[in-house]
């Protein structure tokens, strides 16, 4: 290419040399470069529409160039989504029931005596230590479930189930569905319920190395049992199991994802967790809470209104008891985000609308204790709505301590409705 350049160079010097007579040569060179670039922009035309024809002719071959450049901007820039691919909500929807029927986070219990709130039907367990946490461990195939003085079925009709259970890295010593939730569909609570026709469900999730994740169900049918599967990678650690059940429907969610999705299932009486498999240090469940109410059924004639816009429209404010911080301080703990995100929605959907966000606490402890947590509280959830897009114009944050409670602080149900936030509308 430098060559011809030097050539063509050489040529214009000798053509103005020769004075005059050399303006018919220029015509001629230039002539002769205009047609050379005429041809070279016509043949780049037709390589780059026999390139789309070819595509549209469905024939599947392009340049190489052409993907290579692509490749680049695909690479920058990150592709675009197919319009026509398919999509789903991949729901966090859970919602703690309203009323805590029991809870037990393990903190007040001894390290190695029994936990105090629960029930042994079969093998042992005891309290222990991991990562600096209590937790129950459940062994030789034992079955624990919770010490509640009623007999019989105490389920209700809605009510909504959690946990945290400990994920190992690939051990050795383990096997497969280690930990089971069994939801009992007998009203006899001193029966083992190892047989999956004496569970309305059971959640079989694994505890070390391996995705694959299975649950039995028995939807009424004539006492059929049903199985599932599901693919959910953990890394180790402590992870957050929650399940909602209301009236026939039932949800299942690890780490806020949806898992499980079951449109009919026996109505559960009772339930408990099982180890069937003589195991050490190794399966760990704690922070457990049964409360009554769930996540609402899907109506598809029911109206676009969110929970938050309903209360706010009937009452003026939006109570919630799912916006929960670390024992003793005001640190929001990460399955707060969905509730908080509720509120954020609506603010930002009608941003004129100023609130007073209260935190409130139970009677544990003194006012003096209470009163400045329940502000500092109040004040990081007005921080993590400042962080999702709220303007801190229209929001105040207030203590209201222990000083107003709405339920009976002599039981632990009431006050777990005691710890509350409300957001009142000004």
């Known amino acids: 290419m430098n060559m011809k350049r030097l050539q063509i160079a050489f040529a214009l010097l000798f053509a103005i040399s020769m004075g005059a007579d050399a303006q018919g040569f220029l015509k001629k060179l230039k002539d002769k470069v205009k047609e050379k670039v005429e041809n070279k922009i016509e043949n780049k035309v037709d390589k780059v529409v026999d390139s789309e024809v070819d595509d549209l002719l469905g024939d599947g071959k392009k340049s190489e160039t052409k993907k290579a450049n692509q490749q680049d901007v695909d690479d920058h820039w990150g592709s675009e989504p197919k319009e026509d691919a398919p999509t789903a909500a991949t729901s966090s929807d859970f919602k703690r ?33 991991l990562g600096g946490k209590k937790a129950i461990e459940v062994t030789n195939g034992g ?17 909504t189930i959690e946990y945290d259970f400990y994920y190992w890295n690939r051990r050795e010593d383990i096997g497969l569905n280690d930990i089971k939730l069994c939801l009992a569909n007998k009203d006899d609570r001193s029966a083992n319920p190892l047989s999956p026709s004496d569970n309305a469900f059971t959640l079989k999730h694994n505890v070390c190395d391996g995705s694959d994740h299975g649950y039995d169900y028995n939807n009424g049918s004539w006492g059929e049992t049903k199985s599932g599967g599901f693919n959910y990678k953990f890394t180790q650690g402590w992870h957050h199991v929650a399940l909602s059940f209301n009236k ?45 109410g769930a996540v ?7 109206q676009s209104m969110t929970a938050v816009e309903k209360a706010i429209a009937e009452t003026g404010k939006f109570v919630t008891n799912n916006i ?16 908080i995100q509720k509120v954020a929605d609506y603010m930002k959907k009608n941003p004129t609308a100023r609130f007073e966000v209260q935190g409130h606490t139970d009677n544990q402890g003194s006012d003096k204790i209470n009163d400045p947590l329940s502000q500092q509280r109040a ?48």
């Open 324 to 339: 929960l911080f670390k024992t003793g301080k005001a640190d929001l703990l990460p399955e707060s985000m969905a509730e």
């Open 296 to 302: 609402a059924l899907y109506d598809r004639n029911a």
């Open 97 to 129: 029931g309203s009323v805590v029927m029991f809870q037990d986070d393990v903190t007040a219990e001894q390290v190695g005596e029994f936990p105090s709130k629960w029930d042994l039907i079969e093998g042992s367990a005891e309290v222990k230590t």
């Open 379 to 426: 004040e990081s959830v007005v921080k993590a709505l400042e962080s999702l897009g709220v303007d801190a114009f229209n929001l105040r944050a207030v203590g209201k301590g222990s000083h107003e409670p709405v339920a009976d602080n002599k039981t632990e149900a009431g006050r777990a409705q005691n710890r509350r936030v409300e957001f009142i509308k000004k």
């Open 248 to 292: 026939r429907a039932l949800k299942v969610y690890f780490d806020g994802n949806r898992v499980v999705n079951l449109p009919r299932v026996q109505q559960p009486t009772w339930f408990c967790f099982e180890v069937p498999g003589d195991y050490h240090d190794l399966t760990f469940i704690r922070n457990v809470v049964l409360a009554k």
């Open 143 to 159: 079955i624990i479930t919770p010490l509640i003085k009623e007999k019989g079925a105490y389920l209700p009709e809605e009510f």
